[in-house]
């Protein structure tokens, strides 16, 4: 009997499809315990297996199906926080977007697989998922409206063994890392399942079960070994770089009167509790440190238009006798306000300042906002649009005795950004520098979002070989090592203002230096792919007709009986 003739009933196709949603939503879940506040950081390739075992084989409509349970069951556990004050449908909607795309790479990965699962090929259907997995997060951090990077495998991975091989690809190339890997396990367990089934089937017939490879199978089968091995290897065998220059840098993290939306509703006391804590440090440190952190939104009172906030800023730089980084919100250009990163010198009335880059669509913008409001009255907190900086910042830092240093800004969700953080990382050129990641987490109340935030910038450190120096008005905030350790940070809406002694380097790891080009070696590999399973397609196809018609009837009467 041929394989074809085996028709499964509408009841038990039914029965299959169900089960392999549930197995799609479990696998979702088992990936969002990878992230913190979890942080089972195994479970993210495990996750990758069980998409990957719910899909393979499936038609695109099934698969698709397939990506869409896992993503509703990975995204709306860990992007709970977006909805925490503004309710559940922003959190929903954003949640069943991000899924939208993981459903889309599973609906590409069939189409991609389909031809390559029936030729010899067929060991290389499986190297479709880490690829597709590559381009569906480089995907979904583009668009719409500039894309939302959160929650991608690299992320899960800060206490991974995993974790240094992202000074050699990045973020994409570490995710690339996890998915292969979960897809070694799923091939590796399928065997093992497969292997024992003909065991007992052999036992039972009483027969030796006969199997001819194609020659091509087992090379093929390791060259997908080595892809899955060779990122662990490579990270097993590195210990990122963490010399340098130490200098001695203040983080302060002021606090808020209270979590929620209206955090800033009391903008005056926000400032003052970072003027307090960095006149305290002062007080408990005589000794200047080169610089001073403070977080974004330290000063939602334009101190660059309001005279009273200029004089505490310039209170606090005087007192603590060093520069000082401060978030602020400034008044214009125009009928915008800008979300700025402002570098004050001991001495000096004119701050430098960077503005960010990236405004947050839905929280710093409203993007199409007479259309949006039709589905929530929560778009028009963002009373004024939030305008968009030009360029990447970078501040010297002077040093009493020695060279300066250059410490470089991100502002809030960049840090996820790839682009954003290399280019904000190479903007000092050859000079010594670290890195400012000023963010704002009083909105997300006592959720993982912080944890999870702080979580990209260890990566963050290791992919840039660089200090972060990562400080929130309400934590969790601390110093980051550029091999991704760190030796304590603070916790949730608790005042703290800490020394550190970060160092400051000017290395530029492989990843700065290859920059997208893992994505576009993804994107290649994956059309490569597709291309050469439909040429060995057709190619075996004409094999068979040619040996078909060679043999005869009774020849094909034979083959047609064989599974």
């Known amino acids: 009997m041929s394989y074809r003739g085996v028709v499964p009933t509408s009841s038990r196709s039914r029965v299959t499809s169900v089960l392999v949603l549930v197995l799609a939503a479990v696998s979702g879940l088992a990936t969002a315990y990878a992230f913190p506040t979890h942080d089972v950081w195994w479970l993210a390739p495990v996750g990758v297996a ?24 990975f995204f709306l556990p860990t992007l709970s926080w977006s909805g925490i004050y503004v309710g559940n449908l922003p959190w929903i909607a954003l949640s069943t977007l991000e899924a939208l795309y993981i459903a889309a790479m599973c609906a590409v990965t069939a189409v991609v697989q389909r031809p390559l699962a029936h030729t010899r090929l067929r060991p290389l259907a499986h190297a479709v998922v880490p690829l597709a997995w590559v381009l569906q997060e480089w995907a979904r951090g583009t668009t719409p409206f500039g894309g939302f990077p959160w ?15 992202a000074r050699f690809g990045g973020a994409p190339g570490l995710t690339f890392a996890v998915a292969a890997l979960g897809v070694l396990l799923h091939v590796a367990v399928a065997t093992v399942v497969r292997r024992v089934l003909a065991a007992r089937s052999t036992q039972r017939q009483g027969s030796s079960p006969t199997a001819v490879l194609p020659a091509a199978q087992p090379v093929l089968g390791a060259v997908l070994v080595a892809l899955a091995l060779a990122p ?10 963490t010399d340098g220059r130490r200098v001695s840098v203040l983080f302060v993290q002021g606090n808020v009167p209270k979590p929620g939306l209206d955090f800033n509703s009391e903008r005056r006391k926000v400032l003052d509790n970072h003027v307090q804590g960095t006149l305290a440090a002062a007080t408990r440190n005589p000794e200047p440190p080169s610089l001073v952190v403070w977080p974004e939104n330290a000063s939602d009172i334009d101190p660059l238009r309001n005279l009273d906030a200029a004089a505490d800023v310039r209170l606090a730089v005087e007192t603590i006798k060093a520069p000082l980084l401060l978030g602020a919100v400034l008044i214009g250009p125009g009928e915008y306000v800008s979300n700025a990163s402002l570098f004050y010198l001991p001495g000096s009335n004119e701050p430098q300042r960077y503005v960010k880059q990236h405004p947050v669509p839905f929280a710093e913008y409203i993007p199409y906002r007479s259309f949006f409001r039709n589905f929530s009255d929560k778009v028009d907190l963002v009373t004024r649009d939030f305008a968009k900086g030009d360029r990447a910042g970078a ?22 950004y790839d682009d954003l953080m290399r280019d904000s990382t190479l903007q000092a050129g050859k000079q010594e520098n670290i890195l400012a990641v000023q963010t704002n987490n009083a909105t997300f109340g006592y959720t993982a979002e912080s944890e999870q935030q702080f979580a990209i910038s ?6 840039h070989g660089r200090s972060v120096v990562h400080v929130s008005t309400v934590g969790v905030s601390g110093f980051i090592n550029p091999d991704g350790t760190y030796v304590d940070k603070t916790a949730l809406f608790t005042p703290a203002a800490e020394f550190g002694s970060p160092v400051v380097r000017t290395e530029v790891t492989i990843a700065d230096r290859l920059g997208p080009v ?3 070696a993804a994107a290649l590999a994956l059309v490569a792919l597709l291309a050469v399973g439909r040429w060995q397609r057709r190619r075996d196809a004409r094999v068979d007709a040619a040996a078909t018609d060679a043999a005869g009837p009774a ?9």
Request: aromatic residues 8%; neutral net charge.
């Open 555 to 563: 020849e094909s009467r034979r083959d047609s009986v064989v599974v």
């Open 458 to 463: 260890r990566i963050r450190a290791i992919e």
């Open 232 to 241: 662990l290897g490579l990270a097993l065998a590195t210990t990122p770089p």
């Open 50 to 73: 069980l998409l990957s075992a719910a899909t393979v084989g499936r038609g695109w409509r099934l698969a698709a199906l397939a990506g869409l349970a896992h993503g509703l069951g």
């Open 151 to 165: 929650a991608r495998l690299a992320f899960s991975q800060a206490d991974s063994p995993l974790a240094p091989f």
């Open 518 to 520: 893992p994505e576009y």
């Open 395 to 416: 501040f010297e830092v002077p040093v009493k005795g020695q060279d300066p240093y250059w410490v470089v800004p991100t502002i809030c969700f960049e840090v996820a």
